[in-house]
């Protein structure tokens, strides 16, 4: 286990939606990371959060969002779902804002009908 | 853009044996090499790591190869065991901008017989 949580585990949805995942982080770690991990893709880097900030920004889509709350959770928004952005949403966490040694969460799997 | 690539994609060895996975980078600006295992249904886990200072680094059975002229490094498992299969991914890590950015690459599914 490695400390960062992430709910929900499973979500299933329609085409055009919104849905919003959810990460707690380490105790103690200031970044949040979102990947999304799919079949073609493999595992991808989306947005990086430190301590309430945007610090870095990937693959990730104009229809995705990210924030990072005060407690340093962090939720990762998704709209207009479209049934390519199937795939497992992993947070990761790590104490500074170097990316060195990221912990990663149990993942949400997102199913798009 | 592949920036990392990873091979085989999948590999099947015998209990006891070398499991031998390879990965080649191409932007000179990594300077941090993590490998990752991944249990279906489970998020990966950081396994071991490299930097580019040192050729070799070895955490019990697990030992990373590291050749920085040629860009490519290897991860090794030696007396593979059937806990070990698992979906192995290399990753490299440089700076981008200010912050710092993982690629990892496609992954390879390890499966060792019993």
């Known amino acids: 286990d490695s400390g960062v949580t992430q709910t929900p585990k499973h979500l299933i949805t329609a085409t055009g939606q919104r849905v919003t995942l959810r990460c707690s982080p380490r105790?103690?770690?200031?970044?949040v990371y979102w990947y999304q991990q799919s079949l073609d893709q493999g595992l991808q880097f989306l947005i990086q959060?430190?301590?309430?900030?945007?610090?870095a920004k990937g693959n990730i889509l104009e229809r995705f969002s990210a924030q990072q709350f005060p407690d340093l959770h962090s939720e990762l928004n998704l709209s207009s779902l479209e049934l390519g952005d199937s795939a497992l949403y992993f947070c990761?966490?790590?104490?500074?804002?170097?990316?060195?040694?990221?912990?990663f969460g149990p993942g949400t799997r997102l199913t798009v009908t | 853009q592949q920036q990392v690539k990873q091979s085989p994609q999948s590999l099947i060895v015998q209990k006891g044996g070398i499991s031998i996975i390879n990965c080649a980078y191409e932007?000179?600006?990594?300077?941090?090499f993590p490998w990752y295992q991944q249990f279906p249904g489970k998020g990966p886990a950081l396994l071991i790591a490299?930097?580019?200072?040192?050729s070799e680094k070895k955490e019990g059975r697990f030992t990373i190869s590291f050749n920085k002229s040629a860009k490519q490094f290897s991860l090794h498992i030696m007396d593979s065991q059937p806990g070990d299969s698992a979906t192995y991914f290399c990753?490299?890590?440089?700076?981008?901008?200010?912050?710092?950015?993982?690629?990892f690459g496609s992954g390879t599914q390890l499966t060792v017989l019993p």
């Open positions: 105790s103690g770690d200031l970044s």
């Open positions: 932007n000179t600006a990594f300077d941090y």
């Open positions: 990761a966490s790590s104490v500074g804002s170097t990316g060195y040694e990221q912990y």
């Open positions: 959060y430190y301590n309430g900030e945007e610090r």
């Open positions: 990753a490299a890590s440089g700076m981008s901008g200010s912050a710092r950015q993982l690629t």
């Open positions: 490299i930097r580019p200072d040192v």
